[in-house]
């Protein structure tokens, strides 16, 4: 979860984030930085999240995140 | 209200005092009060959403608006309208565009060009014009806004294979501005 959080505090210094943060709910994020985050997960966890893992509720909280990376690390 | 194909406002809403949101919240239809009211990590985006609501009941002269509603894509829409919008935002810039067809726009205040994220959003042709452009971040940007412009068009998601989206569609037309280190599109049909 730690991981996630930094990675998400490096897209969007200005929001402090926790485990609950209601990120799609709240738009804190645009179409670019999801963009950077997908980029980033992908990278820092070695797995590859598909367009179609993105939808609201795998990216609306850190937690929600850090489940869909479990997943992916899981099946690889 | 006269539109020929299309016309655009453009608000920079930051400079809003907090007694005039709060004013304008107050006037707010329940659905759209209900959305605002949730906003609390995003201050920013609660006053876009405010403002953009009166800016498209002003422009398109509405005294009734208990049709606003979204749609399934979360795009804000009057079900009697006879035109359409589309609405965008970047920092506290928020910019509505309308027209008698469909339409979508997008502003982006300039992004950075850089290898791997732009590599998510560019082919291999536009990645190489860019790259040897004069200016690689604000062509990225112009290329941001078209390809965005064309998905709020269709109606957005929370993310799109950016990358394989042409702006050379020949359904549809893209006009992209700049100005200062902003750049913005709208996207109609042909």
Redesign the interface.
């Known amino acids: 979860m730690e991981k996630i959080i930094e990675i998400l505090k490096r897209i969007k210094p200005t929001v402090n984030f926790d485990e609950n943060t209601k990120i799609v709910d709240n738009k804190l994020l645009n179409s670019f930085e999801m963009l950077k985050l997908v980029n980033e997960l992908n990278f820092e966890f070695d797995i590859e999240i598909l367009p179609l893992d993105i939808i609201p509720q795998n990216f609306n909280t850190p937690a929600a995140i850090m489940a869909l990376v479990e997943k992916h690390i899981d099946e690889d | 209200m006269r539109i020929k194909n299309y016309s655009f406002v453009v608000y920079r809403y930051g400079s809003l005092s907090e007694k005039r949101i709060n004013a304008l919240f107050n006037e707010l239809p329940t659905a759209r009060k209900e959305r605002v009211k949730?906003?609390?990590?995003?201050p920013i985006?609660r006053e876009f959403l405010i403002v953009e609501y009166f800016i498209v009941i002003k422009k398109l002269k509405r005294k009734n608006t208990d049709d606003f509603s979204y749609n399934e894509m979360g795009k804000p829409f009057f079900e009697n309208a006879e035109f359409y919008f589309s609405i965008s935002h970047?920092n506290d810039i928020l910019i509505v565009a309308f027209s008698k067809s469909n339409i979508g726009v997008d502003v982006?205040y300039l992004?950075p060009f850089q290898n791997?994220?732009s590599r998510?959003?560019c082919n291999d042709d536009e990645f190489n014009l860019i790259a040897n452009s004069k200016n690689p971040d604000l062509e990225f940007t112009k290329l941001?806004t078209k390809k965005?412009s064309i998905?709020k068009f269709y109606g957005?998601t929370?993310?799109?294979?950016?990358k394989n989206i042409l702006t050379n569609n020949s359904d549809l037309k893209v006009f992209t501005k700049v100005k200062k280190d902003y750049a913005m599109s709208i996207c109609l049909m042909r």
């Open positions: 949730n906003l609390t990590d995003n985006y970047s982006q992004l791997e994220v998510l959003v941001w965005e998905v957005g929370l993310y799109q294979d950016t």
